[in-house]
């Protein structure tokens, strides 16, 4: 089986339709679909997901990283701790939950992995995040992750 390149899937043609969609689609497949089928591992399999892409995405500088957050309209992004051990990123108007009613546990996970990935290639180490706070999983204001480098 050949597999789905980056570059490749990032090719779009849709003349007419152009290169956005509706982000219900993206939420039915992120969170319906994937769970239905991965059930209780799809929060393990979706971090490895976002922390595989994250690392393939090749980028060297925090700024870009910022960048594509805005490119992709992840979120709005706010990075109010930044030491040599410890980020925390905040996630506003998170793309996979903000709205939801909240379902009672952490729903970002390809997010933090992504996170997780990207920082990681950044900072050239093996970056583990975690998610402490989530708005459609817990009720929270942010998607927070803390993202810890060893
Ligand atoms: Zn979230």
């Known amino acids: 089986m050949n597999p789905v390149e980056l570059h490749n899937a990032l090719q779009i043609h849709r003349p007419v339709l152009g290169d956005t969609v509706g982000l219900a689609l993206f939420r039915l497949v992120r969170l319906v679909a994937m769970e239905d089928i991965l059930g209780a591992g ?7 997901a976002g922390k595989k892409l994250g690392r393939e995405l090749g980028l060297t500088k925090l700024d870009d990283f910022l960048a594509l957050c805005d490119q992709l309209k992840i979120g709005l992004i706010k990075i109010p701790t930044l030491t040599d ?18 379902v009672g546990r952490v729903l970002c996970h390809f997010e933090g992995g992504l996170i997780a990935g990207a920082v990681g290639s950044i900072l050239k180490k093996d970056v583990q995040a975690r998610e402490v706070s989530c708005i459609g999983g817990l009720g929270n204001a942010t ?8």
Do not use: N
């Open 42 to 48: 799809a929060s393990a399999v979706t971090y490895y």
């Open 85 to 102: 051990h410890l980020i925390h990123v905040d996630v506003c108007e998170c793309v996979t939950c903000s709205g939801m009613t909240p």
């Open 143 to 150: 998607c927070g992750f803390d993202l810890v480098i060893p």
